[in-house]
């Protein structure tokens, strides 16, 4: 019998992680039977994962998403519920094991409400297991982008970690889908080259990428880049990740004369290598127009919440290609 909870932003990790407790619970023969995935059930469904029965062939495992019990008022149970919850974890069969997962979107700060009664009961049944994402400022970014490339059986230097992280952000799915890019890109050779990185890896569904092509100010790549993104991102969040962007470009641009690269890394909290190269992307467009073009971000995030005027999509275009 094992419990666990996975909460976290990072879907990348928890996915390896719930793979790898498959291969050790289960028998790979019955694998297919003996594991079943449940979205947020209520509260029948969720006894019923609880107190199921092993069956003949040995483990059972149930996935259990329950993000809309933890977070917010969406989904709960009444007090005669969660005593029926609590003592059938606790007399959870040897032979069911339960993973809770509690997904949480990328760049959202939100946490498991562990206010919440049935958040104490799961986590006292349960071992806690907490997947942040990982900022790209941080060392252990490029410690598991290293392990990432090994396992690939790939060789990357720190540099081209960092710059892989300048090109793609922080995303391990999206890194993990661009090293089986270059993978594959490289055979027969197995050593990650910077002009590899910046010839496959320009992601095109990038949101860093279409900061670059407001800098350069190239109006139909705008509009192309962020139909692109829209297909899979909500404008809002486009916005959210822009907004950090130019608000990084600004700073570096306004101190690059006072402060060393190494100065702003720290106020930044971003790696040194892509402070440079950041300030030489920059070097040739005056802080006015950065300056410029965040307000007009910021104008368009405000339309965008507010409904103001037409669709969010011609708004944001309409903002986009007027810098």
Known sequence: MAVFLFYGQEEYLMEKEIKKLKDELLNASFASMAYKVFDNPLYNTLIECVQSSPLMFGNTLNLIHIDKYLIGNKMSLDDKQME???????????SVNIIFVCKIPRDETKKPDSRKKIYKIISKYSQVHEFAQFKTYQKELNTQISKMAKEKDLVISSDNIS???????????LIDSELEKLKTALHPDKTIT????KQYCTSTEDVFTLADLLIQGNKNEILKQYNLLTEKRHPLEIFSVLQGSFQRFIFIKNYEKRMSDKDISLKLRLHEFIVMKTREKLKNTPLNKLVKIR???TDAEYKLKTGQGASSDIILELILLSQ
């Open 295 to 297: 307000e007009n971000l």
């Open 194 to 197: 910077t002009e590899a990185i």
């Open 84 to 94: 029926v919850f609590s003592q059938a974890l606790e007399s959870l069969n040897p």
């Open 163 to 173: 710059l892989l992280i300048e090109q793609l952000g922080s995303n391990l799915t």
